[in-house]
């Protein structure tokens, strides 16, 4: 039953700008089915309509058209219960300045209503899980990018979701950094979570996705696990990016 289901599109439409002679559309009537907790790699070329589709997921933007189920949950009819199932982040999510990690870990915790010991607790755990005790109580806008990212997904992780959306999470960052974000990736993994990742990097793609889903021109063109999708494409022995590139 679709109503299981941890996530589920139906026909979802974009359009920008409609009834100018900018209108763009975006997303043109994008429907899947996540049927089961799992990595998936949503993957495409620039302007592929990656971003825009993980912002409507993440309740962020409203479609112009179409559904977005959380565990059967209509994003548009609950909008607090199903945002409270799903943790949002991409490469370009900022912090405010004049907070501290710890602040603004605070600050986010208030708003999903975690009790103050729950909070700290979490917070603790975080910190540890991140590598971030050297720099928890400095203003964030004094810590690297790659600090601020790691801050940025703990915030993300606070309120414990069942669904993560990640857009380019690993962009820029330094090696030991992403080696964490790729620890922590694997390790949702283990959790039965779902998680939805959008990157340009096919070696990161393959390494941590189970399956995927490949959006090029607003539609999707293909989906599926790895294996299956090289078997059908005959790219047996070869790799994720050579698969994309016979599909595009």
Do not use: W
Request: glycine letters at 8%.
């Amino acid at each position: 039953m679709s109503a299981t289901f941890p996530l589920v599109l139906k026909e979802i439409s974009k359009t920008y700008s409609p009834g100018s002679v900018s209108e763009f559309h975006a997303l043109k009537g994008v429907s899947f089915d996540v049927e089961k907790p799992g990595i998936y790699g949503l993957i495409g070329p620039n302007g592929a309509g990656k971003t825009t589709l993980l912002r409507i997921i993440s309740n962020v933007i409203a479609p112009s058209s179409g559904r977005v189920l959380i565990y059967g949950d209509d994003t548009a009819l609950d909008p607090v219960k199903t945002k409270k199932r799903i943790g949002f982040i991409a490469a370009t999510t900022g912090l405010y300045g004049r907070l501290t990690p710890r602040e603004t870990l605070k600050y986010f915790g208030e708003l999903f209503d975690l009790s103050p010991a729950a909070l700290e607790t979490r917070i603790l755990e975080l910190c540890e899980l991140f590598e971030m005790s050297e720099f928890l109580d400095r203003k964030n806008e004094l810590l690297s990018f790659g600090q601020r990212q790691r801050v940025n997904i703990a915030r993300c992780l606070l309120h414990d979701p069942d669904i993560f959306v990640f857009d380019e999470i690993t962009e820029g960052l330094d090696v030991l950094t992403s080696r964490i974000i790729v620890k922590f990736i694997r390790f949702l993994g283990g959790l039965e979570k779902c998680v939805i990742l959008s990157t340009h990097d096919m070696n990161l793609a393959e390494k941590l996705c189970e399956n995927f889903i490949i959006l090029h021109k607003g539609a999707i063109v293909e989906s599926g696990e790895l294996m299956a999708l090289k078997h059908k494409y005959k790219c047996l022995g070869k790799s994720l990016e050579d698969l994309f590139v016979s599909i595009i």
